[in-house]
């Protein structure tokens, strides 16, 4: 006779995923329960969240951080003066580098020189950090994470993040658009080891790596170059997206994703001259020194726009609709996202509330995919339509990348075969 053998039930454990928001915090209080409900609650049905979070302790946003505590990994808040920082952090002969022109170096305030514009300094700081505390994290937890979100505070989440599983994690994954002659620099699904070089800004600064990449990029001359110099190459000075680009390009496969997000436009710094209007159709971008966007709207009008079209082909809104609500005064984007849910709940479908546009068929609306509806001539409801079904991403991102010719390009491989998709 056979001994009894006792069933063990397995536990599977979820990847570890350690995702970084670093910068400002004046908008947290607003973008917190976007990034709750569109990003770590989803994330957090295939992985264990980790969330870090840095930022100057002149705004800390003790409210915002409570909702976000049951993700909270470590947090650090300081004093910032990058300048002071980056003039001890810096190695030997390295001093060079500071001489470079472009908002790269955003924040960087050297003794008889104007403020350097821009924020990419202080950027720099809050990735280094981030990786700081990830790895104490992982010394703790005797293991590594498997992938690494990093991100912005004063983001506005107003769609699902897309899940890991649709997101090869051999590839660095970014959001489509606002790459300005490098690459996207808001936000970013990297493996560790890529990781590693997304997070490594100001280490790459100190250590004199930053100089010869860019040596290599535009001459050894590079931090003689003048204004009138860059201009040749197109820019006005090394940006953050480029510098970016040097670190990852060539050494890691880069593919995009549609944004479902905006950045927040917040009260004005000393880095960029922000001119305060009433409307977000007003919205715009004078040069890199000044912009124009209302309080708590967006601070990039394409990047808004492109993703309330995403999101609103998504719920088969009408192209009128959708320039009616791109257009219309009664578009103000501190309720956008409000607006977005509520015109999907009036067609009678609960089934979306603003979470449900990066997963699969819901077993409610899968029937509509069995025969063309009136007026449909892909067989699918427009009101049961979501972007992350495999006719969603087809007709709300793919079929215009097509038309633009971008489909040749590994940057769009998640259009080659959405339907193949996990």
């Known amino acids: ?66 909702m976000l505590s049951p993700y909270l990994a470590a947090v650090h808040v300081e004093r910032e003066n990058v300048t002071a920082q980056i003039l001890k952090d810096l190695e030997d002969d390295s001093g060079e580098v500071l001489d470079v022109l472009g908002n790269w170096l955003g924040g960087l305030h050297l003794q008889g020189q104007h403020a350097r514009w821009g924020s990419g300094l202080y950027q720099m700081r809050s990735l280094w950090w981030c990786s700081r505390m ?154 890199r020194f000044s912009l124009a966007c209302a309080p708590g709207g967006p601070k990039y009008r394409n990047e808004f726009e492109d993703s309330v079209s995403f999101l609103s082909c998504g719920l088969g809104f009408s192209d009128e609709q959708r320039d009616a609500m791109l257009t219309g005064a009664r578009a103000e984007l501190a309720s956008v996202s409000e607006k977005v849910t509520a015109a999907h709940a009036s067609t009678g479908d609960d089934s979306w509330g603003n979470r449900m546009i990066w997963r699969h068929d819901d077993p409610r609306t899968t029937e509509a995919a069995d025969g063309a509806r009136a007026g449909d001539d892909d067989g699918i409801d427009a009101r049961q339509r979501k972007p992350w079904t495999s006719a969603g991403i087809e007709k709300c991102w793919c079929d215009g990348k097509g038309r633009a010719g971008a489909l040749m390009f590994e940057d769009y491989r998640l259009c080659w075969a959405p339907w193949t998709l996990p």
């Open 1 to 66: 006779m056979l001994p009894a053998t006792a069933l063990i039930p397995v536990v599977v454990a979820l990847p570890a995923v350690a995702v970084c928001l670093g910068g400002s915090l004046r908008a947290l209080q607003q973008t917190a329960p976007g990034w709750v409900a569109h990003v770590l609650e989803p994330l957090s049905a295939e992985a264990e969240v980790h969330l870090f979070v840095y930022g100057p302790v002149k705004e800390l946003a003790g409210a915002a951080l409570d």
């Open 134 to 287: 990830m790895r104490d994290t992982e010394i703790s937890m005797g293991a590594s994470f498997e992938r690494v979100i990093c991100s912005r505070p004063e983001i506005l989440w107003i769609g699902d993040h897309p899940p890991l599983r649709w997101l090869d994690p051999d590839i660095v994954w970014i959001p489509d658009g606002e790459d300005h002659g490098g690459l996207n620099d808001r936000h970013a699904v990297l493996n560790r080891v890529a990781a590693e070089h997304y997070m490594g800004g100001w280490s790459s600064v100190v250590d004199g790596t930053a100089l010869k990449l860019i040596q290599e990029a535009v001459g050894s001359r590079a931090a003689q170059l003048t204004v009138e110099d860059w201009g040749k190459f197109g820019m006005d000075g090394m940006s953050t997206e480029v510098y970016l680009a040097l670190r990852l390009v060539g050494r890691y496969k880069i593919a995009r994703f549609p944004p479902t997000y905006y950045v927040v436009c917040t009260n004005a710094h000393p880095r960029k001259n922000i001119t305060v209007v009433e409307h977000w159709q007003e919205t715009a971008v004078f040069d």
